[in-house]
């Protein structure tokens, strides 16, 4: 009890005076020296705190099954999915799916396309749907995020998966959830929303499907998807809460839904660490600190 009551008082005192995340980057440390990795820890850890830059790529690719919890397996691993990456680019090409003018995430679709078996004929090509849309603006954020672009395709591919496999089934409940906690939050905007008609129209698929890919700038977005990548979709519902609680007043000012979803689609960029710390803090207040489950 001691112990962690002088560690309570070192972390209260580095975030203070400004070395927020000094103890936490030790922790994770500790966690990554352990052979095999404990998934579970390391998912707690991301979910209670934001991942040093440092290790992000290397804790996501851990947790998204793109590396095995063994680390003495991780070169060997490495090099495999290197190898089938490149198989899966040579066969695009050698198909003419691809070739060196087309846009690397358009690439990473077609790969991603292939490996599903749901690539289509090449004379059946037509522009992307909705659902390749989601792929796209994700693929758009990760390159931001991650330099190397066999990471970056596994990173996308493994996102995307396991994102339609743990919460496909809670998405289209979301935005009912989000009404739910802007009533207890705000209601006068909820009454405001429901009125004018913008509720229904809310930008749902760029919240909700695409992760706020294409919403968020990567710095704040990154910290998102520690959550979503550690087992949290509700993280998206708190999100979209605190940018609603962040433009109340704009928003309680424009009466047609086309300008409120106009202004939601492309939201100022320079406030979003702000909207995303205090995302987390209500996520954390309404779901607990050590919410899994979607």
């Known amino acids: 009890m001691a112990d962690d009551s002088q560690r309570n008082f070192r972390s209260a005192y580095y975030e203070k005076v400004g070395f927020r995340g000094v103890e936490e980057k030790k922790s994770l440390e500790i966690l990554l020296k352990d052979n095999p990795l404990d998934l579970e820890k390391l998912s707690t850890f991301s979910q209670r705190f934001p991942l040093p830059s440092v290790y992000r790529v290397h804790v996501w690719k851990v947790l998204l099954g793109i590396l095995p919890p063994h680390g003495d397996s991780h070169a060997l691993v490495g090099g495999y999915r290197k190898e089938q990456y ?5 066969a695009l090409e050698v198909m003419r799916y691809i070739s060196s003018s087309t846009p690397s995430t358009h690439v ?8 599903s078996q749901v690539l ?88 909700f499907r695409r992760c706020f890919a294409g919403c968020l700038p990567e710095s704040s977005l990154q910290r998102v998807w520690d959550k979503v990548i550690s087992g949290s979709c509700k993280i998206l519902v708190f999100v979209a809460l605190e940018i ?7 928003l309680m000012g424009i009466s047609r839904p086309e300008g409120m979803v106009r202004f939601l689609c492309n939201i100022p960029q320079e406030n979003t660490d702000a909207i995303v710390t205090k995302a987390i803090d209500l996520w954390h207040k309404y779901c607990g600190t050590l919410m899994h489950a979607a």
């Open 244 to 250: 609603l609680l962040s433009y109340n007043i704009m």
């Open 86 to 90: 490149q198989d899966v680019l040579e």
């Open 108 to 115: 990473y679709l077609r790969m991603f396309q292939l490996e």
């Open 120 to 207: 289509p004929r090449c004379s059946e090509t037509t522009p992307p749907d909705e659902e390749n849309e989601d792929f796209l603006s994700i693929s758009r954020a990760m390159e931001e995020i991650v330099d190397d672009p066999i990471d970056c395709y596994w990173l996308i591919k493994c996102f995307v998966n396991q994102f339609h496999t743990k919460f496909g089934d809670s998405i289209p409940h979301l935005p009912k959830s989000l009404e739910h906690y802007l009533s207890q939050e705000e209601p006068r905007l909820l009454s405001h929303l429901k009125s004018s008609g913008a509720l229904a129209q809310l930008p749902y698929g760029l919240w």
